[in-house]
């Protein structure tokens, strides 16, 4: 971009020259455009110092020029951006890009959940409901990161990473070796209050026969309700 006289068109064919070595061969961009006239980043005479020229590489299968397959394409592609920045954890990004991909598609199951589930990794939980309602009521089950305090001696006084997985079976919590499953019909009291110092606290409360029990040689004392 920042190299005088390089036409528009050959920076793009520089960029999917180097995405290509890059990954191996696996990701190779493409781009549609409808310029008329030419365009410069940087007008002027070009320079020794510019870029080399791209490396030819090997031609690759040429778009059918069709808008149902060109939209296609771009979907496809947008959505594995999406899955891969969730899992480089790009929170911003996700968000970003799926709330454009849900534009066109507003009740895609995928998008829907990776973008909620950004929203509450970043404690945006008002925002983060709305996408992951769609998404399961569109077949997703969804796994949210969570932390319990550990409660030693009447006093809480540890956090323990955890995580919440709403599927169409109920409620399942995992902390290391302690599993808790409670059926939706079967939850008396579910609900979340914002804690100033704690954040968000989530709080379950089911029989105690939804709990699998802990194995004998656990000495630490826990409670059915998880905040």
């Known amino acids: ?43 002027g005479t070009a320079t020794a110092s510019g870029p080399p020229p791209a490396t030819a590489q090997p031609p690759v299968a040429t778009q059918p020029p069709t808008t149902m397959l060109s939209t296609l394409a771009r979907s496809t592609v947008n959505l594995d951006l999406i899955e891969s920045n969730f899992k480089s954890n790009l929170l911003d990004e996700v968000i970003k890009d799926g709330e ?8 895609h199951a995928r998008a829907n959940l990776r973008v909620g589930q950004s929203y509450f990794r970043k404690n945006q939980y008002a925002e983060a409901m709305p996408y992951l309602e ?22 809480f006084d540890a956090l323990e990473d955890g995580s919440i ?7 399942q919590m995992q902390f ?6 409670a059926q939706f019909a ?30 004998r040689t656990r000495t630490t004392n826990s409670s059915p309700r998880a905040p």
Do not use: C
């Not at 454009?100 to 598609?105: H, K, N, R, T």
């Not at 290391?176 to 499953?181: A, E, F, K, L, V």
């Not at 579910?190 to 089911?206: F, N, S, V």
């Open 176 to 181: 290391g070796s302690d599993t808790y499953n």
């Open 134 to 155: 769609k998404a399961f009521l569109a077949g997703e089950s969804i796994s949210l990161p969570v932390k319990r305090h550990r409660k030693q001696l009447g006093i």
């Open 100 to 107: 454009s991909f849900l534009a066109s598609q507003p009740d």
């Open 1 to 43: 971009m920042r190299s005088p006289a390089l036409p528009i068109e050959e920076v793009f064919k520089g960029v999917r020259v180097q995405v290509r070595q890059k990954s191996n061969g696996v990701q190779i961009p493409w781009d549609a455009s409808s310029l008329e006239g030419s365009f410069y980043f940087v007008p």
């Open 165 to 171: 997985n709403v599927t169409p079976a109920g409620l």
């Open 186 to 215: 079967l939850i008396e009291r579910l609900e979340a209050q914002t804690d100033p110092l704690r954040g968000m606290l989530i709080y379950l409360k089911a029989p105690s026969s939804t709990r699998v029990p802990r194995p």
